[in-house]
Structures are given as structure tokens and as C-alpha cells.
């Protein structure tokens, strides 16, 4: 069941609408906080872990996907450790908000280009968060400098550049772990 | 003079453990799976050992109370109020410990000796036989029963009393097995005490670990609140098992026999992790829920495992252990360990490491990774099919 929140209406525009989605109990939840961890994990073993059949935790699934509460499948990729050229820069934009259509248009058009993989509304002394990847800083430069910071609204930006991850979607980037306890406790 | 001649008699005549040679054996190999941790993989949630550094970084060095820190006591006692609906007095019925093994140390040399019985049921912690016999008290030991899923009944009970006996151990829930002991199933044993002079020494070290119901307390019976010291602590709940700390509540009289012997032999808990440990009660809820529900998950996983592969398994309800059958496969315990060691890599605990009613089955502790229990799962079923 999907309801949505008209009385919400924050300072920041009108075109914001609060989706209040069932998730349908704690159960289903646990469900989503397995795939959140391992999204590899089979319906089956799922099933096990909750204590569902195999085939009520696929309809589930279906049901969440449909949704859009579970939005996608990905993968995380530690490219630290690979000879592949990446960048990835955190833009910070000041943004002028547009009558009638709040940041959303704004935001609209920057999440649009394919070089922005994340883009979030932002309290606090900026508007939005974009993270943008490419193969080089030239290149994120570039695409800041030539298609971003013209865009009509966008105020200002202001970029920095990862320089190494430490942590990403909960999973630690280091030398792999090991299980430092003895081998056997009575 | 010879040095070896100086040791007790009573010492000299410990046995070895029963699995020396798995250690030796692990030693020679690499790469094995092992199922015979008895502790948490997680390590203390960060906010907790953040506290104890912070204490540290305080210059927080010095002895504490013998009794334990009154904040840390205080939170204990609001701890056990809030989750098992238990009730003691922070500044006379709280003892802070070295690990709940202290608190089962002191609780026995404060309460039983020569000529006493201290019946203990089995299979369960290797360490009750252990400190019993160095009180010199005996241990009778009730051998449980897979038919009841190794809970204890009230006639098992009933016929190793004596009038000899003084206390009673209660490990639920229980390690080796998993099993637990509800509040009908406890109400039997407290049927079978409420009118003797028996202590019931309660070792609830794996209380948080329940997945159906809440744990209860022999405790939490009025008629027994007098007569039971509970043992518990921030091992298994918190993954502090490193950290040494528990507490024992019981009787003030009980409590301040304990901390007597405590006090001489000990002075007080190491004072860094008593300030983890506030950390750990007041805010660590939540990474408990955490830990239980990762657990649940995998109780279940191996359970499933373990049937499918054909090997019997009760259905445990607390700790981090199953305690499947290996009977099937016409092996003793030993035999199965040491061969599935290895011809698969996979180190689980004979079941007679833990009583001599554990022989045919099998410690597994889940304490491990998902995908480390996914691979001993199919290196196990290779292993039977093999043997089969």
C-alpha cells in the first residue's frame, strides 16, 4: 500500500511529496536488510534466515520491486586495488530554487548526465550534493567547468576530490580480514 | 627437590582436555573452516571500546570498588530490571566479575566443600566439573537427554538429590547445545527446590542469545529470587569476551561472601572495562539486536544444513551452538571430528568434550561468518555421503 502525504509541504517548494510505503512489518524488513548486506544471497537461503518458503520470499521481492522500495541490484566495487583509471568528486552547488518547482527541477536536470551517479537535497550551508566520476581530474573538471556550472539556476559549485575511500555502503576497503580468535573455545 | 612433586594432588588429577589434539592438529593446517570458536566473530561494537579508550585517555588507571564502579552496578541492576524483570540491589546484591568464570569460581568456593554435591547437568561449560573439584565438594552429574532436547527434567532432578547435595548448577541457555528452558519448563525445577536448601547457581552468560522467547530467570520465581546467584555478563552478549568482565546477583549474604574471596585474590575488575561496560549497557541495544538477529539467521542456515544432510538436530533456542547427532554415520564423536578435520577442513567439537552424554554428537557453533557456514554445510555433506 502506497499513501501519499500532501500535508507535507516544507519551505523548500511544493513539488515535494512524502510516499509513506508499508513495509509490512519487521519480518519483511529483515528481508530487506539481508539484501542490503548480500544482495547474492538465493530466495532460499532467505527463506531459511526469516523462516519463510522459498516462494513467499520471491513474491516479496516481486512486491518491493514493484514498489520501488527495493530500487535496484548493485555491486561494490573496490577500484582502489584495480589498474582501472577512476575519479570520483563530491560537488557542492548552491542552487536558486524555481518558483512553483522547489530544487527538484535543478536537481532534475544535474542527476540527469550519466557522469553523476549520486545527487542528494542538502540541508545546511549548500543545496545539493552531486558525486561525479570519471576517468581523470581533468576530466571531472571538465564536465564541472563545461556542462554543470552553466546549467541555468546552479549558482555556484564547489569540488573536491576523493582522494581514497576508506568505508563505502557499510563494507570496510582494507586488506582482507581475518578472524583473529583461536581456532577452538571451549 | 622435585618441582613436579610440589603440585597438589588435586590438581595433578585434572584430566587433560579431551581435545589437545585438535589444537595440534589446526596447527599443521591452513585455510580450515572452523565451527569450534565458542566466541562471538563480532568484535565490541565501537562505541563501547571507544568508551573503554576514552576512559583511558582520562587517565581512568587506577583500582575501582572491589565491588565493582556503583554506576556500573547501577546499570546492571537497571539492565536486568529492564530485560529479564529481575530485581537486586546494586550496592549489595551485585558483585562485578572477571568474566562470568570468575563469578562460577567464587560462588562455588564461597558456598561448597568437602562432603558437599553440587549436581551438575551435562553435556555443558567444561569449567563446572572443573572448579567444583577444586572446592573439594563432588560433583554428581545428571547426564540430559536428547529426547528432551537436553533440558532438565524434574525427574532427573529428583533423583540426584541427596541430602548431600547443596547447590545446583543451571546452564541454560546451554552451551554445548543450544537448549533453553522456558518458564513452564523452569517452573517444574523450582517445584522440586522451592522447599529445599539447595543454591541454584544460574549461568545465564547467553541470556540475549534467545530467538523465540525472552529469556527467563529461575530468578524471576519469588520463591527462588533468595536461593539463586545468576552469572552473567558482556562475553556473549556484547562480544566483550576479551574485555573479562561479568557480575554475580544473588543474596547479600551470598554476594558478600563472593566479594571477600574477590577481593583478596583479584582486589577489583580491570577498571577500563568497566567503563566499556556502562558504555555497553546503557547504549548497546541496539548492536545487540544487531548481532542476535545475524545469529538467528544463521541458527537457521546450519539447522537446515544439518537435517538436509541427514543428520539429526533438536531445534536449539539460545546461545551460538548446534548439537546435531552423528550417530547415523556409526563414527564416535572423535572419529567424526578428526576425519571431517581432515579429509574436509572443518573443525567441529566432539560432543564428549562437554560430558560423556555427548558422545555421538557434535558441537557446531554458528559464530562465524554466513559464507564460512554456506562452505562447511557442503564440506560436511560431502563428508557423510562419503562415510555413508
Redesign the interface.
Known sequence: MIEINRDLRPWWGEGFLYKNIDLGGDKLV?IL??LKK?SRYTNE?IG????KTEEEVAAIISDYEKRGVIAGYTTLINWNDTQRQSVTALIEIKVAPQRGEGFDKVAERIYKFPEVSACYLMSGGFDVTAIVEGESMEEVAYFVSQKLSIQEYILSTNTHFILKRYKDNGKVFEDKVT?K?????? | MIVDDMILQKVKDMPPSGIRKYFDLINEMEDVISLGVGEPDFVTPWHVREAGIYSLEEGSTHYTSNSGMPVLRDSISEYLQRRFEVNYDPEKEILVTVGGSEGIDLALRALVGPGDEVIIPEPSFVAYQGCTAFTGATPVVIDLKAENEFKLTKEELIAAITEKTKLLILPFPNNPTGATMDREELSEIVEVLKDKDIIVLSDEIYAELSYRENHVSIASFPEMKDKTIIINGFSKSHAMTGWRLGYACGHRAIIDSMKKIHQYAIMCCPTTSQYAAIEALNKGDEAVKEMVTAYNHRRRVLLEGFRKIGLECFEPLGAFYLFPSIKSTGMTSDEFCEKLLLEEEVLVIPGNAFGKSGEGFIRASYASSMENILEAIKRIDRFVKKHS
Open positions: 529483515e536488510n539481508i548480500n537461503e531459511i534466515m526469516v523462516g578472524d580468535r583461536e581456532a577452538i573455545i571451549i
